[in-house]
Nanobody, 111 residues
């Protein structure tokens, strides 16, 4: 199993980023997928969840209305569209299929 996150970077408050997670080594279309994040000194927390066919999603209260999780099973990729970013969103973002973690992608929100 390999999960490769990308799309992070430095963005100003109020800005947007789109994260991608390219998956391989397992039957991606059969698995629910999640995005987590971990800020310095904090535990890793669940940000967003999507079921295997994309028909249901869930979000942490802190990101509801600002973040959107989606997936393209033909491309074995899950996305996280992040809008109206604020400094509290600064963290390393990871995708997860239930058992494995990628290397993460750093998101920094700062002016």
């Amino acid at each position: 199993v390999q999960l490769v996150e990308s799309g992070g970077g430095l963005v100003q408050p109020g800005g947007s980023l789109r994260l991608s997670c390219a998956a391989s080594g397992f039957s991606f279309g059969w698995y629910d997928m999640s995005w987590y994040r971990q800020a310095p000194g904090n535990e890793r927390e669940l940000v967003a969840f999507i079921v295997s066919d994309g028909g249901r999603t869930n979000y942490a209260d802190s990101v509801k209305g600002r973040f959107t999780i989606s997936r393209d099973n033909a491309k074995n990729t899950v996305y996280l569209q992040m809008n109206s970013l604020n400094p509290e969103d600064t963290a390393v973002y990871y995708c997860n299929e239930g058992s494995h973690w990628g290397q993460g992608t750093q998101v920094t929100v700062s002016s």
